[in-house]
């Protein structure tokens, strides 16, 4: 049974389950309940009587499944059924396969004619019976109403089911009581429903089975489970009236046979010399099939060969699939091995960076403090004029160092956005390997698919030779293609390490040039609260001159007092304090006029001045009053 529909392969499931029901098993799920060949064992068991070999009673893995099941092939080949199903077909659930396996078990173990020997029954059947039962040689519409399965019984078991009481529309009700008495009172299964019969869509095999369980005339009748009691009087005049009229008709019939049998004799002689004839012939015809058979053979070696060859360039496509798959599934390792490496490696270069940025800081502000120190001094001892050119140069380094930092910055940005496209990047391509893998696997399927073609269909080489190529050049093509994004991937990883150790260098050069900016802003700031305070300073000295210039014109009038007194030296001392005067003055009109640079200078030489003038005048008084008589004069 090659191509069976659903409701044929309930009948065959149902025969399975009639032998079984011996061991109170049953098929639920069909194929599922084979696939561990336990159930297969028990129906040799249940058919058969005899006991199976060992087996695994209780199967987990395929490898037990597919003993079972083997096992169970075995038995039934020994017991003469022609089994050509694998065992790993009914394992991995091969439905077509598996109800032609038991068809096979079908045919050997339950008498199975042919369609015309059935027809051929069924005629005789009708023609036994005297019923107006029309057999038009189609199984599924001759018992679709339920007419002729009545005749079958009551030509077994007379008046068992009256014709009169069917209906003439309600074929499932007539198929019910019928096939109900069957299977009360013959003992034969429902391997068909009813309503499938009455639907007319069951196939011709299904049928014959289910018919194959009526006795044939010359077969002992099965006896009936219940006795019925004797008939009454009138049942019986009516039924010998019945018999009497059927032997008329039966005699009628026999003298019409009689005649046509004369003529059927004449008839036969001339097909005998035509089947002489036509056997002639079929020897002729059979030679010339033994020739073609011959061919056919040596074809079908040569399909062979060209079969084991594909098979063979099949498992090297799919070891090579496999083998890719394994580097793959390594890549994706290695590049995850790779990422933490790396990640790793930046982390100890950021600190170790942090560690020389933190002396380098260290080293360059102490560097600046003696520098500045030592600028300020310079620039205490050249004057205020080199303080402002010193402290424009500042504000010219800070803002070249700002212009740096500008710069640095937008070189991160462009690095960044660098980076952030090739991880985009990378992305991608890892996205693409996980379809290629997917791919693969979608491609494994279908070698696996191939492999279960080339065990069941083994004529059609070519075109599986085609489809193997096809599935070659798509293998080769994706492990091409990853190997081109795994160069791309290796290329770009050594980009996007020269790219990160740019932007390393980029945010050193940075940070440096932030700090050179924030240094010279504080040593701009400090230049100019030095400057401010050597303003401070000289404001404070100019005070202290003009306080001392006080000073000296009380002196200048102490001594014109002292003059007065002494007439001899007064004249000297006029001249004196008149050049003084002019000293004095003289130097107010330069102090006026002179510049910050010549103020300094100036200012610590009239600070000698001073300080001389001081000591002459101590001395002149000194010598005045040993001079004075001690007297009131």
């Known amino acids: 049974m090659t191509q069976a529909n659903h409701s044929g392969s309930n009948t065959l499931v149902r025969w399975v389950n009639s032998h079984l029901m011996k061991k109170q098993l049953k098929i639920e799920k069909f194929p599922e309940d084979l696939e561990n060949g336990v159930l297969l064992v028990q129906l040799y068991e249940c058919i058969t009587g005899k006991p199976a070999k060992k087996y695994s009673q209780n199967p987990k893995t395929e490898f037990q499944k597919l003993e079972n099941v083997q096992v169970a092939m075995d038995l039934f080949k020994e017991d003469g059924v022609k089994v050509d199903t694998a065992s790993d077909v009914v394992v991995k659930g091969n439905t077509k396969l598996i109800l032609g396996l038991i068809w096979s078990l079908i045919c050997r173990y339950q008498s199975i004619a042919s369609s015309a020997s059935t027809l051929e029954f069924l005629r005789d ?175 079908l070696e040569n399909s062979q060969k060209d079969h084991d060859a594909s098979k063979s360039e099949l498992q090297v496509a799919l070891d090579k699939l496999r083998k890719s798959e394994e580097n793959s599934t390594r890549t994706k390792s290695q590049l995850e091995k790779e990422n933490l490496q790396l990640e790793n490696s930046r982390k100890e270069a950021e600190q170790e960076w942090e560690i020389e940025r933190q002396d380098y800081e260290r080293e360059i502000s102490e560097l600046r403090e003696k520098l500045d120190a030592a600028m300020l001094e310079s620039a205490g001892e050249e004057g205020g004029p080199n303080m402002d050119a010193l402290i424009q140069n500042m504000e010219a380094q800070m803002e070249a160092q700002k212009q740096k930092v500008l710069e640095l910055e937008q070189s991160k940005m462009k690095l960044q956005q660098e980076l952030e496209e090739t991880r985009q990047l990378f992305e991608k391509e890892q996205q693409r390997l996980s379809d290629l893998a997917t791919q693969k696997e979608k491609f494994q399927v279908e070698i696996e698919n191939l492999q279960s073609r080339l065990v069941e269909e083994k004529s059609e080489s070519s075109e599986l030779k085609e489809m193997l190529f096809k599935l070659k050049v798509q293998v080769e093509q994706s492990s091409k293609e990853e190997e081109e994004i795994m160069t791309r991937r290796d290329a770009r990883e050594s980009n996007l390490k020269e790219v990160q150790k740019k932007l390393k260098e980029v945010l050193k050069e940075k940070e440096k040039a932030e700090k050179a900016a924030r240094d010279a802003e504080e040593r701009v700031a400090k230049a100019k609260k030095a400057k401010e305070e050597e303003v401070r300073k000289m404001k404070q000295k100019l005070q202290d001159e003009n306080k001392g210039k006080v000073e000296k014109d009380e002196e200048i009038k102490k001594l014109k007092s002292e003059l007065v007194r002494s007439p001899f030296q007064l004249e000297n001392q006029v001249e004196r304090i008149f050049n003084l005067k002019i000293v004095l003055k003289n130097q107010v009109e330069n102090f006026r006029t002179c510049s910050r640079s010549d103020l300094l200078k100036r200012t610590m030489k009239n600070e000698k001045f001073r300080k001389s003038m001081k000591n002459w005048l101590r001395v002149k008084m000194l010598k005045r009053k040993n001079l004075e008589p001690k007297s009131g004069n």
């Open 125 to 299: 059947e009708a023609k036994f019976s005297g019923q107006k039962v029309e057999v038009t040689g189609k199984l599924k519409t001759d018992l679709q109403s339920g007419f002729l399965l009545a005749v079958l019984i009551n030509n077994r078991y007379p008046d068992a089911i009256k014709l009169e009481d069917l209906s003439e529309t309600d074929h499932v009700a007539n198929l019910q009581m019928v096939m109900d008495f069957a299977e009360k009172e013959m003992k034969i299964p429902k391997l068909v429903l009813p309503e499938e019969i009455a639907s007319g869509t069951l196939e011709d095999q299904a049928l014959i089975t289910y018919l194959s369980y009526f006795p044939k005339k010359d077969e002992p009748k099965t006896p009936r489970s219940t006795p019925r009691g004797p008939p009454p009087v009138d049942d019986q005049i009516t039924k010998l009236q019945s018999e009497i009229q059927a032997l008329k008709s039966e005699l009628a019939t026999h003298r019409s046979n009689e005649e046509a049998m004369a003529k059927d004799r004449d008839a036969a002689s001339e097909k005998l010399a035509t089947c002489e004839q036509q056997s002639s012939d079929f020897k002729i015809q059979l030679e010339n099939f033994k020739n073609q058979l011959e061919s056919s053979q040596v074809q």
